[in-house]
């Protein structure tokens, strides 16, 4: 009833005229401060062209709003509409989801600090003074996530391409070391080798400064760049990819077993690869699954 309160007076009219059977017109009417002559002038009235319009429009975006597993919000519905040749306003379309309580379901990403002495370990972010990619292989960006499985942490780490926006290599393993990311770095490197004038993006996390992981790196020519010390958005790519799985694909899950969880990553990131970079939940993670 909070809602109606602070709806328009045509919601608040219809709110009364449901209800005013069980609680009255004048108790409805003082409470919701709306006259009770507009409201009976109201219901003497037939309705608009227009509020007939947003009540069939409301359906469809409800329609699409559940069929997407609630994670689009109005400019992805408001593109789904268009697809279906609805043609409306955006700005109508942010209004109706809000009068209908409709919003995108989002998640909070869980990130451990890094020790004190390893974030403030050497290195700088030179893609400050790089400016756009122009090609692949010139710029690439790692990092890693936790996602639980029952009550046990495991770790997803991926290196991406930033210019193509496609994962590489990537990895979902329980430990979090050094030679979970190297391994994955030596599978991208031998994917994409030999490479000229690449530059490796992450955190500093202890992960990616340990001497290995350098080492690495410099053995095959590889230039070295972390985020500045207390700004994670450095890392905005890595990081959006990461929400965008979580958000879209893994949250809601009952996942009990690391075979099922590492299946369903499987065919995340299979998707993110195929599209470029955008997740597509118009396809279920098992629906793909079952016709691979």
């Known amino acids: 009833m909070a809602t109606v309160s602070g709806g328009t007076t045509s919601k608040r009219y219809r709110f009364v005229q449901e209800h ?20 009976y002038d109201w219901r003497e009235r037939s309705e608009s062209d227009r509020s007939i319009q947003d009540q069939k429009l409301t359906v469809k975006i409800t329609q699409i709003h559940a069929a997407n597993r609630d994670v689009y919000g109005s400019p992805r519905v408001h593109k789904a509409l ?37 974030f403030h370990r050497g290195g700088e972010n030179k893609l400050l003074d790089a400016g756009s990619t122009t090609r692949i292989n010139q710029v690439w960006v790692g ?31 329980k430990p979090r ?17 030999p490479l000229n004038g690449l530059l490796f993006h992450s955190d500093r996390g ?11 790196l410099k053995r095959h020519g590889v230039e070295i760049c972390v985020n500045r010390p207390g700004h994670c958005a450095d890392n905005a790519h890595m990081e959006s990819f990461f929400h965008s799985l979580k958000a879209e694909l893994i949250r809601g899950e009952g996942f009990t077993q690391c075979a099922s969880y590492d299946m369903l990553s499987t065919v995340t990131l299979i998707v993110f690869i195929v599209t470029g970079g955008c997740i597509q939940v118009s396809v279920t993670a098992r629906q793909l699954n079952m016709n691979k």
């Open 20 to 39: 005013a059977r069980r609680l009255g017109v004048a108790y409805l009417c003082r409470w919701l401060k709306v006259p009770r002559s507009g409201y």
């Open 82 to 118: 268009k697809n279906q040749g609805v043609f409306v306003g955006r700005k109508r379309v942010e209004r109706l989801m809000r009068e209908a309580n409709l919003v995108a379901r989002l998640t909070k990403v869980v990130r451990r600090k890094a020790g004190i002495s390893a």
């Open 143 to 173: 990092d890693i996530t936790y996602l639980k499985v029952k009550d046990q942490w495991f770790h997803l780490a991926a290196i991406m391409d930033r210019h193509s926006r496609r994962i590489i290599s990537w990895t979902l393993s």
């Open 177 to 193: 070391t050094a030679d979970v990311t190297v391994g994955i770095l030596k599978r991208a490197l031998r994917t994409r080798g």
């Open 206 to 216: 202890i992960e990616y400064t340990a001497h290995k992981y350098r080492n690495e």
